[in-house]
């Protein structure tokens, strides 16, 4: 799949600023309160913008590398078809109290 890319002419303030352009903005939901960019310089002096998700503090576990190879395996898991669904706290405790009589 071919991908477009879009090329814009910024001018650099005084101070350092530099405006993004308003659709831009808008497309990668920028245009939100605190938004935040990465800047990323290369090597070969290109300058790579990507926007960044701010994370709470009290929820930035749910993104470290151990939790997200175990979200995979749990996705993998369901397409797999590899769960149960119970009815409620009953059936549930019926299906830890079967699990334990097989042990």
Avoid: C
């Avoid at 576990?61 to 590899?82: L, N």
């Amino acid at each position: 799949m071919l991908h477009s890319m879009k090329t814009y002419l910024l001018t650099i303030q005084s101070r350092g600023t530099v405006a993004l352009p308003a659709d831009l903005r808008r497309r990668l939901h920028l245009d939100q309160a605190n938004a935040q960019i990465k800047l990323v310089e290369g090597e070969d002096g290109r300058i790579e913008l990507v926007p960044v998700v701010a994370v709470p503090a009290d929820q930035a576990w749910f993104w470290t590398d151990r939790w997200q190879a175990m979200e995979r395996e749990a996705d993998a898991d369901i397409a797999a078809g590899r769960t149960t669904v119970v009815d409620g706290l009953e059936g549930l405790a019926a299906l830890f109290a079967a699990d334990d009589a097989a042990r």
